[in-house]
């Protein structure tokens, strides 16, 4: 087994996800996922839907199941419409040195309010051994083995909670007796799910470093100020990519102002004042947020980015997808596009095309899997031209049902 300082610096790993009953997610399941995984498909066929999935259970263990579950209209609007039984999150996940460790969430709604029907933690011991449930909870009853590697002869206590809507996982795992779900909780409690804005991104927060970028963007003053302080040799990194995407950037500046505030501020080569981010335009502060999120020195387990291709040039998209890529280094991306170019950068293992079905229920396919497309890119195609060509099937932004098509015959040039 490897040592405790191997597995911080080796991050946890998403491997797999289902999801029942989340709005149009009547049953979806993604196998096999990849360090960086891109949804493609077009509008109304799910992907913002998925990307809030990994939001509601981030907020959950953040501010509690209630605010995540009144936050999405409780059961009328979260739930499948026509579906029965409770919204089910299943994540299995891996951190170094441990087996795959499966996490199931079931939710459903009582008297107006969200009940946890089940939560459980299980994971197999060696490859023959058969699975072991380690935290099994029902309605805030259940028990749990504590020990970091519980075992199916170790004594599981009962511990009830204090109300059924709480996660027996966020709350054991505040303690140190219970270190997987204390792993798993942090895991969670550290994603960042972004809701980037160009406008947030504009004003003029209190002055004062922080680590991490918020999920709009508006402390990316302070964290400007952070690196400029703590990691000056990062920034000056970011600073240099910057340069290379948008012509004529120096540097960008973040000054406290007399009354407290932080005013951040974008240095043009040839002009000797900078411009207020304010009068800068939404592509420049676009491409910042990004570069400040994909080079963070210490990043977070999981980022969920919604169509990085807003505001920025297609001819910068395929250098942002591998961008986003070398960051899977040190985390774990989800990406939505409707963009060919970024798709041009991407290999087909780490594409899942999303499409509604004919009763209105979110599919899903890798798009490897789809007839042609391997031998496609083999001989050199790039997917953003497949896409565009309707090789993938959803070519056409106005079709939301069908499903993948098969290729037309005879091939394409590369």
Not at 94 to 122: C, F, M
Not at 358 to 383: K, M, N, S
């Amino acid at each position: 087994m490897n040592t405790a300082s191997d597995r911080s610096s080796t991050p946890a790993r998403i491997e797999y996800l289902k999801v029942q009953n989340f709005r149009a997610l009547r049953e979806v399941e993604f196998k096999e996922l990849t360090p960086l995984t891109v949804l493609l498909g077009p509008n109304g066929s799910g992907k913002s839907t998925v990307f809030d999935v990994f939001a509601f259970l981030s907020e959950c263990f953040e501010l509690g199941l209630r605010r995540a579950w009144d936050k999405r209209g409780r059961a009328k609007e979260l739930k499948t419409r026509g579906g029965d039984g409770p919204v089910v999150i299943e994540v299995k996940y891996k951190e170094s040195g441990y087996p795959l460790i499966t996490y199931h969430l079931a939710v459903d709604e009582r008297n107006g309010g969200p009940v946890v029907v089940e939560e459980w933690l299980q994971w197999r011991r060696g490859q023959r051994g058969k699975p072991f449930r380690f935290l099994d909870y029902r309605e805030g009853q259940g028990r749990a083995a504590s020990g970091d590697a519980p075992d199916e002869n170790d004594r599981r206590i009962e511990i009830p909670l204090k109300s059924p809507d709480l996660l027996a996982v966020n709350a054991l795992g505040q303690f140190a007796e219970h270190p997987r779900a204390a792993a798993l909780r942090d895991f969670i409690t550290g994603w960042y799910v972004s809701y980037l804005s160009a406008d947030c991104a504009r004003g003029q927060p209190e002055a004062g470093p922080q680590e991490r970028l918020s999920r709009t963007g508006d402390n990316l003053a302070n964290v400007i100020q952070y690196l400029a302080e703590r990691h000056g040799d990062r920034l000056e990194r970011i600073f240099e990519v910057l340069r290379r995407r948008v012509p004529r950037i120096e540097r960008v500046l973040a000054d406290t102002m007399p009354d407290g505030r932080l005013l951040l501020q974008i240095k043009d080569a040839p002009f000797s004042h900078p411009v207020l981010a304010r009068f800068a335009s939404d592509g420049t502060l676009k491409m910042l947020a990004y570069l400040v999120l994909l080079y963070d020195p210490s990043p977070p387990p999981f980022i969920g980015i919604e169509e990085p291709e807003n505001f920025l040039h297609p001819r910068l998209l395929p250098e942002l997808a591998e961008e986003c890529r070398a960051a899977t280094a040190a985390t774990q991306l989800l990406v939505t596009t409707h963009s060919p170019f970024f798709l041009n950068a991407l290999r087909p293992q780490e594409v899942r095309v999303l499409w509604r079905d004919e009763r209105g229920y979110t599919q899903t396919q890798r798009a490897e899997d789809l007839p042609g497309v391997r031998e496609f890119t083999e001989q050199g195609a790039l997917l953003g031209h497949l896409w565009m060509e309707g090789q993938l099937g959803v070519g056409d932004p106005l079709i939301n049902q069908g499903g993948p098509t098969r290729p037309m015959k005879g091939g394409r040039s590369a």
